[in-house]
């Protein structure tokens, strides 16, 4: 290849690059890098914030949604496809564990590896229709998903347990993924965030992520180029639902309690997911981790603060937050970030 | 048969409620390509508008329209010229920023009203007139004739007004209404004032129908949404018999099966139109794909 | 007729292709023969029907009757990706990059066509900007591009997929006359290379320099077909097309 770049230039470029998530120009070693280096701080971030059952908690739900809204980003970021119906997949996940060990008496590790192909097996059927949707038309369409799967889980209640939802014993074993050291769900939790993040990171340089981010911009184009458009962004969908199944049943293991009004809460899963990503950066393999760290503990401490002067006031928080975000840092904090290190780096190179 | 009549009465009362609350929904989805989230919660903030001037200033509640519907334009202009407008051409960023807005607008309301459900007392709306088979009350009654009254209103001003050109104009084709000398951005605003201007009038008429809370609005939202597919991108009959259609598949639906399942049929319709027919019912062929 | 060599099979052929839309016919019983190697201009007035005939050659539309058939085999109702597969390139009118990713990462959403694995497909793009002189800024971002470079970058794409023919709709278009003359360059040395090309275009002097055949359309029917200078010479042409350019 006869593309020289100056040194100085190609290295600080390439971090920004690697930062934003589009790592393709960057070497791997630098990528699994800064991956590895990413994921050692959280593992140490657990080790430091253990002690303490209050924020070990909060830090459990923000590695657990960190790692929901990396694997709807495979989909809704990299895609492009504005899924507001992932709720159904996590709630696949979370019923699935919920009702195969309290009724069949199965360990949820392996309800959770059957929750993955039931919710393959959902997302494929529901996309099938809404695929041929593009923009609102399929925001609209997943969200009616994510009712219509409420109403269905309410209303289903020999299966679901209804609104009194399914309570899994707490009986401690490895079997029962039921353990009195709160530290091990930490574990749990860092494990599936980093699966999830290595996805999107193998995602932003693979052939699946180049094609799934070609039909965003451009389906035509994507076509032209020799994609089957459908098809990818049925790889990507599947992917999407299966790691967000995967998020479920982690769901279900440390709550131990499932009932549709929280699985399938649109302000708590569905839009949440959303959210984290717009915050962090859509489309970007760093941007979900970033946008759950700083949104899950902001969430709860404002729900901690808030709600007890006056219901919902958290909430308004949070609903101010989806309007500003896309009105003043569009392309969330890795995006930002990246043009202006991408400014800073031309500026030196001339 | 009677049980028949009884349900096919109460299946086009909804669906005039349902028609009532798409067309502005529709009116801003066709021409500004806008799917306005909050559109039940603009409907919810009418209701509580109409609540709050019955019981504060003692004033009828169809005639605190005077105020509400005025008032729901503005902030409709507003919603358009510091929210929409900013975000034109970023079709996922809108949809998220207004979806931004029904989580604001339900829990300022829930804030507000620390959760305590309100209802409005009208003697006129709780009054039933009889049909034989079953008795209607005036309430219901006159949401059915203001959406027809809605529906023609619209069409008029859409086919036979000099602003009707310019929306039709805007929404053939922005850029040639442009070059026209059609001011597009002006056009937009007004038209999700009138559109947020119905929502607030649906919330006055429902006020006296519904229980006030501020989830509300999801009550008719998603019911909206069925029409608007189903009725078609942007379209006035659309939406008007679009309503029809969703309220006699939720009240036949719930009659004979189960009420509770109600949305999950008229989902079932919505996703039904969309595989076979995308631009819906009564829209144009290829309208649906929009957006991208 | 456009052939050259009766009986050999033409590398792209259409025949009799309707396409109606609302209100109107855009392409009229159009029949058009593509030899392999050969050199096609099609030129016309505006809303003459040229994008849409390229459309129902590449498959972004199907015709409403005809028939499409490359190397023989029919291929009417085949997908994009397919016919891109089988080796139709296209670039389009209006230029729309991935902003946000490389020019190099670019070039390869093409190269993914023939080269799955992420190491090929990056080789085969950096040769493909080697050829088309774009090497230089393969690192970056797209968006960043001006105008001319991004054109080329949208024939980069659709080379990288290593097709057999490439149809090119309106190129030149914006360009500066330097930029013309690279571009010019740059489409012989792929015809020597035995890529056929199909091109729309509105600068006849290209026309005239790159083509062996042109085919004149207007009101979506085929007006004038031949060499350049018959074409051009053609009264119904003068009228029709270069009068109202005069």
Redesign the interface.
């Known amino acids: 290849m006869s593309t020289q770049v100056t040194p100085r230039t190609d290295a600080l470029g390439s971090i920004a690059k690697t930062l934003r998530g589009g790592s393709a120009g960057a070497s791997p070693a630098l990528v699994w890098g800064l991956y590895a280096v990413s994921m050692a701080f959280l593992g140490l971030l657990l080790m430091i914030v253990q002690v303490d059952a209050y924020w070990l908690n909060i830090l459990i739900m923000t590695y657990l949604f960190g790692g929901l809204a990396a694997a709807w980003n495979l989909i809704g970021g990299f895609g492009g496809q504005l899924s507001l119906g992932h709720g159904v997949y996590f709630a696949v996940g979370a019923y699935v564990v919920g009702i195969t060990s309290t009724r069949y008496d199965w360990s949820p590790w392996l309800g959770m590896v059957l929750a993955v192909p039931i919710a393959c097996a959902v997302a494929g059927l529901t996309s099938w229709p809404t695929f041929r949707l593009r923009g609102p038309f399929f925001a609209m369409a997943t969200l009616a998903l994510n009712q219509v799967a409420l109403v269905l889980a309410l209303y289903f209640d020999k299966v679901t347990g209804g609104p009194a939802g399914i309570t899994m014993p707490f009986a401690p074993s490895l079997r029962e993924a039921a353990f009195i050291e709160r530290w091990k769900y930490g574990v749990l939790v860092l494990v599936y965030l980093m699966v999830a993040v290595a996805l999107s990171t193998w995602m932003s340089r693979s052939r699946l992520g180049y094609a799934l981010r070609a039909v965003r911009e451009n389906d035509e184009a994507a076509s032209a180029a020799g994609f089957h458009v459908f098809k990818v962004k049925m790889h990507g969908m599947l992917l999407s639902a299966g790691v967000t199944a995967v998020g479920g049943a982690i769901y279900a293991m440390y709550i131990r309690y499932i009932d549709p009004g929280s699985v399938l809460s649109l302000a708590d899963v569905s839009v949440r997911l959303v959210l984290i990503c717009l915050l962090g950066g859509i489309g970007t393999a760093t941007g979900p981790v970033l946008g759950a760290l700083l949104l899950i503990p902001a969430i709860t401490l404002l729900q901690a603060k808030l709600s007890s002067q006056a219901p919902g006031l958290n909430l308004v928080a949070v609903g101010a937050m989806l309007v500003l975000i896309p009105l003043l840092m569009r392309r969330g904090i890795v995006g930002t970030v990246a043009d202006l290190t991408r400014k800073a780096t031309t500026r030196w190179s001339r | 048969m009677d049980t028949f009549m009884r349900v096919l009465i109460i299946a086009v009362l909804l669906g005039g409620i349902y028609g009532l609350v798409a067309m502005g929904l529709n009116l801003i989805f066709g021409v500004v390509r806008v799917v306005n989230f909050a559109h039940g919660e603009l409907v919810m903030l009418g209701m509580y508008g109409a609540y709050f001037l019955n019981q504060v200033l003692g004033w009828n509640v169809y005639a605190t329209m005077v105020i509400v519907v005025p008032a729901m334009f503005v902030l409709g202009l507003i919603i358009q010229r510091v929210v929409i407008q900013p975000l034109s051409g970023q079709t996922t960023m809108q949809l998220l920023a207004t979806f931004g807005l029904v989580i604001v607008f339900q829990n300022s309301v829930l804030a507000i009203t620390e959760g305590e459900a309100y209802s409005v007392s009208s003697s006129f709306a709780r009054n039933t007139f009889d049909l034989g088979v079953a008795k209607v009350d005036y309430g219901r009654l006159v949401v059915l004739v203001a959406t027809t009254a809605v529906a023609v209103a619209l069409w008029w001003l859409i086919h036979k007004t000099s602003f009707g050109r310019s929306v039709r104009a805007v929404t053939e084709d922005r850029m040639a209404a442009r070059l026209m000398g059609i001011n597009v951005e002006r056009t937009f605003l007004i038209v999700f004032g009138i559109g947020s201007a119905l929502a607030g009038l649906a919330g006055v008429l429902l006020a006296p129908v519904y229980t006030l809370t501020p989830n509300v609005g999801q009550s008719f939202i998603f019911a909206a949404f069925a029409v608007v597919v189903v009725g078609g991108l942007g379209s006035v009959t659309g939406a008007y018999l679009g309503g029809f259609l969703i309220g006699l598949v939720e009240a036949f639906s719930g009659y004979y099966i189960d009420p509770r399942l109600g949305m999950a049929f008229y989902f079932g319709v919505f996703l039904l139109v969309l595989i076979i027919r995308p631009a819906g019912l009564f829209g144009r062929a290829g309208s649906e794909e929009m957006g991208a | 007729m456009v052939t050259m060599t009766e009986g050999a099979v033409p590398l792209l052929e259409c025949s009799s292709v309707v396409r109606r839309f609302v209100g109107m016919v855009a392409v009229d019983q159009v029949s058009i023969k593509v030899n392999e190697g050969d050199v096609l201009g099609i030129i016309g007035p505006n809303g003459a029907g040229k994008t849409t005939l390229f459309n129902l050659l590449?498959g972004?539309l199907k015709p409403n009757s005809g028939e499409v058939f490359f190397r023989g085999e029919r291929i009417t109702g085949r997908?994009?990706?397919e016919r891109?597969?089988l080796g139709l390139?296209?670039t389009?009118q209006v230029v729309?990059?991935?902003?946000?990713?490389?020019v190099?990462?670019n070039t390869?959403?093409?190269a993914?066509?023939k080269h799955?694995?992420?190491r090929d497909?990056e080789?085969k793009a950096?040769e493909v900007?080697?050829e088309v002189g774009l090497?230089?800024v393969?690192?970056q971002?797209a968006g960043d591009l001006p105008l001319p470079l991004r054109k080329r970058l949208e024939v980069a794409?659709?080379l990288?997929?290593e097709p057999v023919v490439l149809l090119l709709d309106e190129v030149m278009a914006g360009l500066n006359p330097t930029d013309i003359g690279k571009a010019v360059d740059l489409f012989h040395h792929l015809h020597e290379r035995g890529v056929t090309l199909v091109l729309i275009e509105h600068n006849l002097k290209v026309v005239r320099t790159l083509s062996r055949h042109v085919v004149v359309l207007d009101h979506g029917a085929v007006l004038a077909e031949g060499t350049p200078t018959e074409v051009l010479q053609h009264p119904d042409v003068v009228r029709a097309y270069l009068g109202n350019r005069r």
Do not use: C, N, W
């Open positions: 590449t972004q997908p994009v990706h891109a597969r390139g296209r389009f729309r990059p991935l902003p946000a990713l490389s190099l990462e390869m959403m093409g993914f066509v799955p694995k992420r497909a080789a950096a900007l080697e090497a230089h393969a690192k971002r794409r659709a990288a997929t």
